[in-house]
Structure formats: structure tokens, C-alpha cells
């Protein structure tokens, strides 16, 4: 596609139920990031995709968060048991390769408003 | 801890004006730093990458400076437009001891509203 795509863009949802969010990355970016924003912050980082494989989950605040690539290209990141605290602006970027040499560039969606009430 | 810390929170201005927008951090070992434009709802778009050896770098109005050795970048935006009305994320990425950087650590932002 023509840039990162997610979906859905708003999730209303009720505390306890399982929610999944999408990340279409850039056709041929080999590396996808996961980022959580909430109001007034910056993006936190949650979770990095070389390929299919998970390089770096150490962002993911506990087990009720997992992502998954199966293919190498779109990614799922699920969140279970949803609490309050979890509402925030999910984003997903890609880039090329590995930001490497400090020339990489990231690509981020639109992102995916989660809001559980 | 790494972290990155920008200035002023929030300012306002009118169309046609400049201004300066601030950046320190304490990101260590330093690889790169990056401006990126945050419309509301929607995603950070990249206004410029610079490297440890790079003082300054120019995108269009958008001038961005950084001081390695004081650890603070600035961005100066040139005769403002309605449509620069975003937040503007200062990023800062520490080299990995794998060398892929690619953990990012993000300020909060600084919310500029431009004004007729």
C-alpha cells in the first residue's frame, strides 16, 4: 500500500473483553514497530519486528499485551482483559530495514484509538 | 535513564511569525536525532534525521540544529503557516549493542498553534 494502514482507527470496547488492532505496514518494509501514545505524552515504545520474528518485546507492559507476524507483513497486536488504563492511541510504523547507521526512516499509521470504558 | 525533554509544553503564535522550538536529551550513546510533525489524529510524519557529525539540516521552512556535545537540538520554523499548526516530536535513538538503533526515545511534544 502506499503507507502504513490500521485498523480499526476507533475501539470503543468494555473492560475485561479482548481486543485486537491491525497494522498494515509499507509493501517490502521489513521492519515494524508497535508504539502506544497516550493524551500529552509522546509515543512509547512496545514492541519491534525484524521479519516475522519478535526482535524486542520489552516495551509490552505485561502479559495481556502480545503482537504477532506471522507472515512478515501485517502485523496483530492483542490485548487482553482489557483495563481502563489501557485506552490510549495504539501506532504502528515500518521502515526499510533496521534503523541502522542513523539513516532509517520511519513510517508511522494513522493509528488506532482504543478507548475502554 | 534515557530521556528527552522539550520545550516550551505549548505556544502560540501568529500566521507569518518564526519560532524556535527545544530539544535536550540524555539519550546515551547518542546515534540520531529526529523532528517529527504530529497533526492531530494523526500519525508523526519525519521532518528531519540528523547524526552525531550533522549541526544542521534544512526542510523547507523547517531548520533543524543539534549541539552533540551540549546534547540540545532546536527547530526553527520560518514564517509560519496556518497548516503548522501539530505537535512537533523531538526523537532521539541510542545505538543498540546488537548496532541495529532501533529504539526511539520520544519527548512529549510541543503543541504550537499558529493563529490568523
Known amino acids: 500500500g502506499a503507507g502504513v494502514s490500521q485498523t480499526p482507527s476507533n475501539k470503543v470496547t468494555e473492560k475485561g473483553k479482548y481486543v485486537e488492532l491491525r497494522c498494515d505496514p509499507i509493501s517490502g518494509h521489513t521492519a515494524l514497530y508497535w508504539y502506544r501514545q497516550s493524551l500529552g505524552q509522546g509515543p512509547e515504545f512496545l514492541i519491534y519486528?525484524?521479519?516475522?520474528?519478535?526482535?524486542?518485546d520489552s516495551g509490552l507492559p505485561n502479559d495481556r499485551f502480545f503482537a504477532v507476524r506471522p507472515e512478515g507483513s501485517v502485523s496483530t497486536l492483542k490485548i487482553q482483559r482489557t483495563e481502563r488504563g489501557d485506552s490510549a492511541v495504539y501506532l504502528c510504523a515500518s521502515s526499510p530495514g533496521p534503523l541502522a547507521g542513523g539513516r532509517g526512516e520511519l513510517f508511522f499509521g494513522e493509528g488506532s484509538r482504543l478507548t475502554v470504558l | 535513564k534515557n530521556q528527552v525533554e522539550q520545550s516550551p509544553q505549548s505556544l502560540i503564535i501568529l500566521e507569518g511569525k518564526n519560532c524556535t522550538l527545544q530539544c535536550n536529551y540524555t539519550v546515551s550513546p547518542f546515534s540520531n536525532l529526529r523532528w517529527y510533525k504530529q497533526d492531530t489524529g494523526r500519525g508523526p510524519v519525519s521532518l528531519t534525521i540528523m547524526t552525531f557529525s550533522e549541526n544542521t539540516k534544512s526542510n523547507g521552512r523547517y531548520t533543524a540544529t543539534l549541539d552533540a556535545d551540549t546534547k540540545q537540538s532546536s527547530l526553527h520554523i520560518t514564517a509560519s503557516q496556518l497548516s503548522d499548526s501539530a505537535s512537533y516530536i523531538c526523537v532521539v535513538s541510542a545505538v543498540s549493542g546488537g548496532g541495529s538503533n532501533y529504539k526511539l526515545t520520544f519527548g512529549k511534544g510541543t503543541l504550537l498553534t499558529v493563529n490568523p
Open positions: 519486528f525484524q521479519g516475522t520474528g519478535a526482535a524486542d
